[in-house]
Every structure is written in structure tokens, then in C-alpha cells.
């Protein structure tokens, strides 16, 4: 069979590349992207796909050109980069949604979004982000620990280990983040080591470390200021069933 050719565009990653190996395809902070065809349509319209939810990973996976790459190899904000730009690629930039008023939960309005007008976080001035490792020391507990940002690969991992514990009748979802995103405590990166580190950290330590990953973490900004009931508020894009299925289309 012929190879068919489509169309593409090559976009930029919020973490312009920083985090990953040098010899990473990604290390430039680029990734190339094909625009969707009917077979990514038959991929969004696979019931067996969105039962087993994985069906945004495997329209992903068939939309990125770039060699030797799939979503599984991107951190988080850079995933949600590609999801958005794979969105404005298939069906252009106007993006309905119903939203709620933050200062009245009641009150909704739909609006229309422009994704083409959410910017990508700063990189944090003075944060090395090369090799994806980055240091940190507890306020509290003084614990000297090193930490990376997860891909969605580590991503799949943690649903599948909250998933587990949940079956037994709680939720480790805080613990089990922390035992993949550490990597090493007090110079000490045995996983027993860092298992235990994450299910006896101190409350206002574990606080002050996630508000810090969330804040060196490069991604994409999906809030915007909107007005509803003629005062301007800033919401977040909802990512509803919509944002792939749009009525319109």
C-alpha cells in the first residue's frame, strides 16, 4: 500500500525541550504534528477505546510525527500542549463550553474560548532544568530531596497504583504521587528509602513541595478572564467531552 502524505505543523513545548535527555527527538522543544484525518475520527469514535480510557493517548499517538516519540515520553505540561494544539489542528481555535461563575457556582454562561490565546507558563528564572531532576529542601523537616516532573508514561503508572489502593478502601493518591515524582532524599535514592520518605513526610513540607513543582512546572495556561453578569472573572477551560466532539462539527 502507498504511503499517504498528510499535512503538518511543528509547534513548541513550554519547557522549550529543557527537561529532556540531549539525545532526546524533543530536546529542540519541538514536536511535529499531523492534522487529524478521518482515521483519527474512527480513533475518537472507538467505544472499545473509550471504555478502556485510553483513547486520548492512542489519538495522540497517531497525531505526533515526530520519530521515536510518543505522549507517553511527554511531561505533563508539554502533553497538554499537544492536546491543545492537536484540538485547534483538527477543528481551528473557537472551543464552546459551559462555565460557571466562580463567585456564583450557579450562574453559568457558554462562551466561546480561542485556544490560540492561551500562552504558555515562564520558565522560572534561575531554575536548571536540564535532565529533568531539580533540588529542594522541606522548610520544616530540612530533608534535602531532589524530584523530576512526571511523563504520562509515570502518569499511567500512578492511576494504576491509586486504582489499586483504592480497591482496599482508601486513597493513597497524595503518597503515591510523591513516591514517583522524588527521587532521592537526603542523598539516599533506594526506592525503600524514598517509599517511606513519602508516607511519613510532614504535612506543611509535602504543601510547600507540590506548590513548587506546581510552580516551576512549564505547561500550557488554560484559564481566561470571560465576563459573566457584566463583571470579568477568570475561569478555567473546561476540558469536557466537547473539546474532541464538538456539536458543531
Known amino acids: 500500500m502507498s504511503e499517504h502524505k498528510f499535512p503538518t505543523e511543528v509547534i513548541d513545548l513550554p ?17 511535529e504534528l499531523k492534522y487529524m484525518t478521518t482515521r483519527e475520527e474512527d480513533i475518537l469514535m472507538s467505544e472499545n477505546l473509550i471504555k478502556k480510557g485510553v483513547v486520548i493517548e492512542k489519538l495522540l499517538d497517531s497525531l505526533i510525527v515526530t520519530k521515536g516519540v510518543n505522549q507517553d515520553d511527554l511531561i505533563l505540561g508539554d502533553k497538554n500542549a499537544v492536546l491543545v494544539a492537536s484540538r485547534i489542528l483538527a477543528y481551528g481555535p473557537d472551543y464552546t463550553a459551559e462555565v460557571a461563575n466562580p463567585k456564583n457556582v450557579d450562574e453559568k454562561v457558554q462562551h466561546s474560548f480561542d485556544l490560540t490565546k492561551c500562552p504558555f507558563k515562564e520558565l522560572v528564572e534561575g531554575v536548571d532544568y536540564s535532565n529533568n531532576s531539580f533540588d529542594f529542601q522541606t522548610p520544616v ?21 491509586i486504582e489499586r489502593t483504592k480497591k482496599y478502601g482508601f486513597n493513597a493518591e497524595v503518597t503515591t504521587r510523591l513516591r514517583y515524582t522524588i527521587t532521592e532524599v537526603d542523598g539516599d535514592s533506594k526506592p525503600e528509602t524514598i517509599n517511606s520518605f513519602s508516607q511519613n513526610m510532614l504535612a506543611r513540607d509535602s504543601v510547600a513541595l507540590r506548590n513548587y513543582i506546581n510552580n516551576i512546572s512549564p505547561d500550557i495556561d488554560l484559564t481566561s478572564e470571560i465576563e459573566i453578569g457584566g463583571e470579568a472573572v477568570s475561569v478555567s477551560i473546561p476540558l469536557t467531552v466537547e473539546f474532541f466532539w464538538p456539536k458543531s462539527i
Open 15 to 31: 519547557s522549550r525541550g529543557k527537561v529532556y535527555s540531549k539525545d532526546s527527538p524533543l530536546k529542540d522543544g519541538k514536536i
Open 141 to 161: 523537616g530540612k530533608n534535602k530531596l531532589k524530584f523530576k516532573l512526571i511523563t504520562g508514561r509515570e502518569e499511567k503508572l500512578i492511576e494504576k497504583d
